[in-house]
């Protein structure tokens, strides 16, 4: 009898990062087409980007580091491992997120550009619940629960596009929006206390913080400097025009193809877990779901090139439709996304080399993104993002062929590479030179 073969541990993680993505991209639509205005949207672009420098120097990093020090404990360890790691995220959140509210009449405008916005607090305790629930979805792929982390991402971002715009659109206004963001908040983490019973177990192990803190301490400063170039973007951006509308404009424009970042990003975790594991193995793994990468991705982006003002008026609005040229140059971050030399260097514990590349690459994109806001505005704050995360993969790419021996051949089918890179460069000076 024909039974359906049960989802892999991958699959899910890809899966997950496209629900994650998918539904940032879906409650943006919702929020424009809905009656809250663009002054209120600029002023929730401004809390995510504040949210986001909240997160942006410690969970990333910290969440990269369970996989490989999970990976060295016998299975008596890990249950304790696991709790240790989700009582770190949850008193870091705690401290942050309480810092961020006493300091909001300074903070918010330094980071924004603008005055403090009106519900920031029920902002902050989403924040903190979505902070201190981070670990578990790494601790469901770990244990090879493909379906418990499915069902992790259906409540936590299917709840979150109808809590954002649901009240939205009732009348309550973003002020609305954001008590249901919180109240989800409280839910995901009901949802995560429940689940702990049964996948960690309360010790307290100091030598796990001692191994754990030495490997995760390069990859939360590598990560830090990494958030700082995206970030960096909107600061810039918030205070050079100072204009919510403008703001909300760039946010809207600056997003890259969601499914690109979200495969790459879920089969990236996944292939470093197996080439720590297998690195043979793992390489081959890799070539061959590049290629399958490519052909999900390349294909839409070279028809997003061509769709995407009649897709921002037609999904955003009249006022968003500027946004499609900014969206266009993002498109090009695809090249760069389904590069994935990052996963062959953590996974063979070289963290500091990921540091190292990660602070040239944003003293590379200050430089551009200064130069080039000056000299081309917004879309010039855009090609200096594309051109610098292209730095970053071809260092990287250079250290794995140099120092770990592996050539470029070896882990990407360069002949389709070249292919999609040609055919993408192609299609966007067609659609817009």
Same mark, same amino acid.
């Given at each position: 009898?024909?039974?359906?073969?049960?989802?892999?541990?991958?699959?899910?993680?890809?899966?997950?990062?496209?629900?994650?993505?998918?539904?940032?991209?879906?409650?943006?639509?919702?929020?424009?087409?809905?009656?809250?205005?663009?002054?209120?949207?600029?002023?929730?672009?401004?809390?995510?980007?504040?949210?986001?420098?909240?997160?942006?120097?410690?969970?990333?990093?910290?969440?990269?580091?369970?996989?490989?020090?999970?990976?060295?404990?016998?299975?008596?360890?890990?249950?304790?491992?696991?709790?240790?790691?989700?009582?770190?995220?949850?008193?870091?959140?705690?401290?942050?997120?309480?810092?961020?509210?006493?300091?909001?009449?300074?903070?918010?405008?330094?980071?924004?550009?603008?005055?403090?916005?009106?519900?920031?607090?029920?902002?902050?305790?989403?924040?903190?619940?979505?902070?201190?629930?981070?670990?578990?979805?790494?601790?469901?792929?770990?244990?090879?629960?493909?379906?418990?982390?499915?069902?992790?991402?259906?409540?936590?971002?299917?709840?979150?596009?109808?809590?954002?715009?649901?009240?939205?659109?009732?009348?309550?206004?973003?002020?609305?929006?954001?008590?249901?963001?919180?109240?989800?908040?409280?839910?995901?983490?009901?949802?995560?206390?429940?689940?702990?019973?049964?996948?960690?177990?309360?010790?307290?192990?100091?030598?796990?913080?001692?191994?754990?803190? &030495?490997?995760?301490? !390069?990859?939360?400063?590598? $990560?830090?400097? =990494?958030? %700082?170039? +995206? *970030?960096?973007?909107?600061? @810039?951006?918030?205070?050079?025009?100072?204009?919510?509308?403008?703001?909300?404009?760039?946010?809207?424009?600056?997003?890259?193809?969601?499914?690109?970042?979200?495969?790459?990003?879920?089969?990236?975790?996944?292939?470093?877990?197996?080439?720590?594991?297998?690195?043979?193995?793992?390489?081959?793994?890799?070539?061959?779901?590049?290629?399958?990468?490519?052909?999900?991705?390349?294909?839409?982006?070279?028809?997003?090139?061509?769709?995407?003002?009649?897709?921002?008026?037609?999904?955003?609005?009249?006022?968003?439709?500027?946004?499609?040229?900014?969206?266009?140059?993002?498109?090009?971050?695809?090249?760069? &996304?389904?590069?994935? !030399?990052?996963?062959?260097? $953590?996974?063979? =514990?070289? %963290?500091? +080399? *990921?540091?190292?590349?990660? @602070?040239?690459?944003?003293?590379?994109?200050?430089?551009?993104?200064?130069?080039?806001?000056?000299?081309?505005?917004?879309?010039?704050?855009?090609?200096?993002?594309?051109?610098?995360?292209?730095?970053?993969?071809?260092?990287?790419?250079?250290?794995?062929?140099?120092?770990?021996?592996?050539?470029?051949?070896?882990?990407?089918?360069?002949?389709?590479?070249?292919?999609?890179?040609?055919?993408?460069?192609?299609?966007?000076?067609?659609?817009?030179?």
């Amino acid at each position: 009898m024909w039974r359906r073969r049960p989802m892999s541990v991958a699959a899910a993680l890809q899966v997950f990062q496209v629900l994650r993505l998918g539904a940032v991209v879906v409650g943006s639509v919702l929020l424009a087409r809905s009656p809250v205005g663009m002054e209120a949207i600029g002023l929730f672009e401004a809390m995510l980007f504040a949210g986001s420098v909240a997160a942006f120097f410690w969970a990333n990093g910290l969440l990269q580091g369970v996989i490989p020090q999970y990976a060295r404990l016998t299975d008596e360890e890990r249950p304790v491992f696991l709790f240790q790691v989700f009582a770190l995220f949850s008193l870091l959140s705690s401290l942050i997120c309480v810092f961020f509210w006493v300091a909001r009449e300074a903070l918010f405008p330094l980071l924004t550009g603008l005055p403090p916005a009106a519900g920031w607090g029920w902002f902050l305790l989403h924040l903190w619940a979505q902070l201190s629930t981070l670990p578990l979805e790494h601790a469901y792929a770990l244990q090879g629960r493909a379906g418990a982390l499915l069902r992790w991402g259906a409540l936590s971002f299917g709840g979150y596009v109808a809590a954002l715009t649901v009240p939205a659109f009732v009348g309550s206004g973003l002020l609305g929006s954001l008590t249901a963001l919180a109240t989800l908040g409280l839910v995901r983490l009901l949802w995560c206390a429940v689940a702990l019973r049964s996948i960690a177990k309360p010790s307290w192990r100091p030598l796990f913080w001692q191994r754990y803190a &030495r490997l995760a301490a !390069p990859l939360v400063l590598n $990560l830090m400097v =990494g958030q %700082a170039i +995206v *970030l960096f973007d909107s600061w @810039l951006v918030g205070w050079y025009f100072r204009d919510e509308a403008i703001f909300a404009l760039y946010r809207y424009g600056s997003r890259e193809l969601p499914l690109a970042l979200a495969l790459a990003s879920g089969l990236s975790t996944a292939l470093t877990a197996r080439i720590a594991a297998e690195p043979a193995a793992g390489i081959v793994e890799m070539r061959r779901e590049g290629v399958r990468l490519f052909h999900r991705v390349f294909p839409l982006s070279f028809a997003l090139l061509f769709v995407s003002p009649w897709l921002f008026r037609t999904l955003f609005g009249l006022a968003f439709e500027p946004a499609a040229a900014l969206f266009n140059i993002y498109l090009l971050l695809t090249l760069s &996304r389904v590069l994935l !030399p990052n996963a062959i260097v $953590l996974a063979h =514990g070289h %963290a500091q +080399v *990921l540091l190292k590349v990660g @602070l040239s690459e944003l003293l590379f994109k200050v430089g551009t993104g200064l130069l080039f806001l000056h000299l081309w505005g917004l879309p010039g704050v855009a090609w200096s993002a594309v051109l610098s995360f292209f730095w970053e993969k071809i260092a990287l790419t250079w250290y794995v062929w140099r120092h770990l021996g592996i050539a470029v051949t070896e882990w990407l089918d360069v002949r389709w590479f070249a292919a999609y890179s040609t055919a993408l460069g192609l299609a966007w000076m067609w659609g817009n030179l």
